[in-house]
């Protein structure tokens, strides 16, 4: 099988326009625990987030910055240094000579590698985490040039949470320790442990502590967050780099044994064949071209949570490994919602029925009063619950999961659960979730609390409350109905006749109730705080696109025709129509602000799915007209965090990406739709 690349290109005749590319855009590889190291593609930090190690551990811990970035440089024969790393100092100025000498970054088969030209000679670097560890290898390679140099690597750090402060101090002094090449990194008895180690030409460790001070976090700032840090060096590598000898840098928190098994050729030979085998296994339309670099992109979310296993014996009693997936890098955990929306496009269109199954009875093991989990917090193994729909869209992955495996042993094992679901929100469960037994429409809302996946929140302040009866609630409340009367009709007809007709009332009442005359469209929410809500939204589609659509067919096109006209753009769709007097065109400055336009107007990728959906149920031969749909997101991916999809973009043109530079149902429904529509 081939190798998947993807060439980054960058402006070679405008320094200005280069050197801003290079501190835009941004790489991710992650190490299937929800660990990752990411940075920008000239390596300054201008995230948090940013980092070559950022470790996943078990709770209390999460996840953690342990190694932050290098300063590297290249000694030649004649005795001349030139140094190719650095950072964005104090008010943004650049002390970086690395971007004066990259001259190419790719990803091939996911993995990212870079280039450098320096007085001739030409220096590849090559990045690759291992598998199920917290684990990085830093290789370089004399592509050609000088026959021998001497490359000189300091590690920089800041032990911290992942998602603190760039200003935050450790409280207890870094401990440096070495025996022979082995080199340790702590701050105490209890904390974790970074371990240094230099492999290939004849290599030394030079000690000179030393503290960098005034680095500029340039995207902190810009978010209104502190954007000034202290970076902790012990001292530099030096080793030999000959054109027959790779040399490798690797940080590490597992043990010296493990790190000797497996040393960084053999580490990148490894992952390079994991990654070839997740394309062998993937749908035949999706092993080469864009499609194969969405498959190697959904490999980032999903995960085994570093300890979380411990948790549940259910799971081992069953032979599963316990599964789920980050809803997002950087700053997202494992999302109910964002999970069973995404499970088809990130593991059934991917060939990963095993590991779909995997997170769906992981899920299953949560259920708490007849709902799923809306998030594990960070370091946490009990989850959140306070969500409407997530339980739903659950049905919805079951569904797609039996369609594409028939796996009927799985929905005998989670039926419990499933009916506990069904009767919960019949009766009533938390958060003022149930139906109403009037009209069977499902209400939902709490004081103070953000339910529908519409959730943003600053302090007391619930940006889109939509506390009543919200439209896509109901369009998924009606498609698990019907399900569950499928899935019971033959072991339980009467339950499942009484399901059916809980469903009948819903479908009356929802087309009754929720059709907007004066706008040709839905309501976003009937018997609301306010009232009716008339606001334009795309929620209304799912009342077409799910397996069982709640409108009535004759509403279908004027509903499609207006998401069309109001809400499509080429990155996906708007939250809110413009004219709205709460649309925002842009989503930009501190988090107040950008809560305040996170659904009102701000575009999501992950929308497009449904669009589609419905575009193709009401124009079933038209495909290619709905395969043109994702040119823009096909376009994106050389945009923000290249390779993946980001969680957002702005209403209005340039529609410039936001949010998380890599969201898993923005990469799910891309990879769906592409391969549901591909020629």
Known sequence: MTTVTRDFHFDRHDEKAKTRQLLEQEWLLTNGLGGYASGTVCGALTRRYHGLLIAAFPSPLGRMVMLNRLTEAIRFPDGSTVRFGGDQREGGRLDFEGIDYLTGFRLEDGLPVWRYKIQGSVIEKQLVMVHKQNTVHLIYRLVSGEQKVRLKLQPYLQFRPHDASV???????????????????????????????????????????????????????????????????????????????????????????????????????????????????????????????????????????????????????????????????????????????????????????????????????????????????????????????????????????????????????????????????????????????????????????????MDAKVGDWVVTPRRGKAVELNALWYNALRLMQQWTEQDDPAYSRQLGSFAEQTCRSFNSRFWYPE????????????????ACRPNQLFAISLDHPVLDREKWSPVLETVRKRLLTPVGLRTLAPGHPDYKPTYHGDLRARDAAYHQGTVWPWLIGTFIDSWLKLYPDQVPTAHSFLDGLARQMNHQCIGSISEIFDAEKPYLPKGCIAQAWSVAEMLRCWLKTAP
């Not at 706008?519 to 008339?534: A, H, T």
């Open 519 to 534: 706008g040709g469209y839905l309501y976003d929410l009937v018997d609301g705080e306010q009232g009716d809500d008339d």
């Open 167 to 453: 200003d935050q101090v450790v409280d207890d002094p870094y401990m440096f320790t070495a025996v022979q090449n082995r080199y340790q990194i702590s701050t105490g008895s209890h904390s974790p442990q970074l371990r240094l180690v230099i492999n290939g030409g004849r290599g030394n460790f030079t000690l000179e502590e030393k503290q960098s001070t005034d680095i500029f976090y340039d995207v902190e700032n810009a978010r209104g967050y502190d954007a000034l840090g202290t970076l902790w060096t012990a001292g530099y590598f030096a080793v030999d780099l000959a054109a027959e000898q790779d040399a490798a840098l690797t940080a590490s928190t597992e043990s010296w044994e493990t790190l000797a098994a497996l040393p960084p050729e053999a580490a990148l030979a490894m992952e390079r064949e994991r990654r070839r085998l997740l394309l062998a296994a993937a749908d035949p339309k999706a092993r080469q071209g864009l499609a194969a670099e969405l498959v190697l992109a959904t490999d980032q979310f999903i995960i085994t949570p570093a300890g979380r296993h411990k948790d549940s014996v259910r799971a081992h009693a069953m032979g599963d490994e316990v599964c789920t997936v980050i809803a997002g890098y950087h700053w997202f955990t494992d999302w109910g919602r964002d999970t069973m929306i995404s499970l088809e496009g990130l593991t059934l269109a991917t060939g990963r029925h095993m590991e779909a199954g995997w997170i769906l009875r992981t899920f299953a093991h949560y259920v708490r009063n007849g709902l799923i989990p809306n998030l594990f917090p960070e370091g946490h193994n009990d989850g959140l619950y306070h969500t409407a729909d997530a339980s739903l869209w659950f049905f919805h992955a079951v569904n797609r999961y039996l369609s594409h495996t028939g796996d009927d042993a799985t929905l005998q094992m989670i039926m419990p659960q499933l009916q506990q679901i069904i009767d919960k929100h019949l009766s009533g469960t938390s958060f003022g979730i149930g139906v109403d037994p009037s009209d069977g429409l499902l209400r939902q809302g709490a004081e103070g609390y953000q339910l529908t996946w």
